[in-house]
């Protein structure tokens, strides 16, 4: 197949899904709120420069024409800080969603495929981590290697725990979809392992895949800006996490003048969940011929 074909049919299915979405009303709104949240990232800071220069006598304005948003306890604009400080926190969130599907998706598979000694010692790490309480586990990681954290490395910090529940998900799926009678006939016909994973329990899976990859995202979010909030996380660039821990910082929380400047990153993350959990909700059914109403 050329190149050409690969794009016809790459925009006939996207074609297909669009229309799919457009008759579900809540997740078509929660598309339209993730794709408008990835143009804000992408697009967003060549439209609105950061300046991070302090004009006191703005100080805690309130929001106006001029400043949609009012401004921070520096005079800064609020919209400004919030437009971008968006590609780091998606960023940190798209990376932690693949890491922790991939490990979830390695693990999951082959402890389920193979089996045996192989799923007892996986099995166990999984268990393991399952037992330690995330949160407090990634802030102590967070501290230790706060001199060397960056957008890869949080994102690798925010994957250690999240990805087990998904692997014994997976592991669970795989014990069962291999003892199918088209998988039989896969290894009776003498195909590769790789063909029978990639082309035959994988694509049942996508659905269910695409789904936690959202919910990892939505998960990834919480936990670098609840890491930002109280300080875990080095504050050496400014994104919504950064935001809320300068507005408590500077007493936005006693009082209500500088309230829009704590509320503004917050409202700006509520609206990305409802987001990512309206279009996870019908995710599942647009993608799966057999979940699709006729």
């Known amino acids: 197949m050329d190149v050409f074909n690969i794009f016809k049919l790459f925009v006939e299915k996207t074609i297909?899904?669009?229309?799919?979405?457009?008759?579900?009303?809540?997740?078509?709104?929660?598309?339209?709120?993730?794709?408008?949240?990835?143009?804000?990232?992408?697009?967003?800071?060549?439209?609105?420069?950061?300046?991070?220069?302090?004009?006191?006598?703005?100080?805690?304005?309130?929001?106006?024409?001029?400043?949609?948003?009012?401004?921070?306890?520096?005079?800064?604009?609020?919209?400004?800080?919030?437009?971008?400080?968006?590609?780091?926190?998606?960023?940190?969130?798209?990376?932690?969603?693949?890491?922790?599907?991939?490990?979830?998706?390695?693990?999951?598979?082959?402890?389920?495929?193979?089996?045996?000694k192989v799923d007892l010692v996986l099995t166990t790490i999984?268990?393991?981590?399952?037992?330690?309480?995330?949160?407090?586990?990634?802030?102590?990681?967070?501290?230790?290697?706060?001199?060397?954290?960056?957008?890869?490395?949080?994102?690798?910090?925010?994957?250690?725990?999240?990805?087990?529940?998904?692997?014994?998900a997976i592991r669970s799926q795989v014990l069962s979809i291999k003892e199918s009678t088209f998988i039989e006939a896969a290894k009776a016909l003498g195909l590769p392992l790789r063909h029978i994973i990639f082309r035959e329990i994988l694509p049942i899976m996508y659905p269910y895949i695409l789904v936690n990859y959202l919910f990892a995202m939505l998960n990834a979010i919480y936990s670098q800006v609840g890491l930002y909030f109280i300080g875990a996380l080095p504050i050496s660039t400014m994104?919504?996490?950064?935001?809320?821990?300068?507005?408590?910082?500077?007493?936005?929380?006693?009082?209500?003048s500088g309230l829009h400047y704590l509320l503004a990153p917050m409202i700006t993350i509520v609206i990305l969940q409802i987001g990512l959990i309206l279009f996870a909700k019908g995710a599942?059914?647009?993608?799966?011929?057999?979940?699709r109403e006729e």
């Open 16 to 116: 297909f899904y669009l229309r799919l979405m457009s008759k579900r009303k809540s997740t078509f709104i929660g598309f339209i709120i993730i794709i408008s949240y990835i143009l804000m990232a992408v697009f967003g800071p060549m439209i609105i420069r950061l300046d991070l220069s302090a004009n006191p006598s703005e100080a805690y304005a309130p929001p106006s024409f001029k400043h949609l948003l009012g401004t921070d306890y520096a005079g800064r604009d609020v919209l400004m800080l919030i437009v971008n400080g968006s590609r780091e926190v998606l960023l940190v969130a798209f990376l932690t969603g693949f890491i922790t599907v991939v490990i979830a998706l390695l693990v999951g598979m082959i402890s389920g495929f193979i089996g045996g």
């Open 126 to 168: 999984i268990d393991i981590l399952l037992t330690i309480p995330g949160f407090p586990l990634l802030l102590v990681v967070s501290i230790i290697l706060s001199k060397y954290l960056n957008i890869f490395t949080v994102a690798l910090v925010l994957s250690i725990s999240p990805w087990a529940g998904l692997a014994r």
């Open 239 to 256: 994104n919504w996490g950064v935001m809320m821990n300068l507005a408590r910082s500077a007493g936005a929380i006693q009082g209500i």
């Open 284 to 291: 599942d059914e647009i993608l799966n011929p057999r979940l």
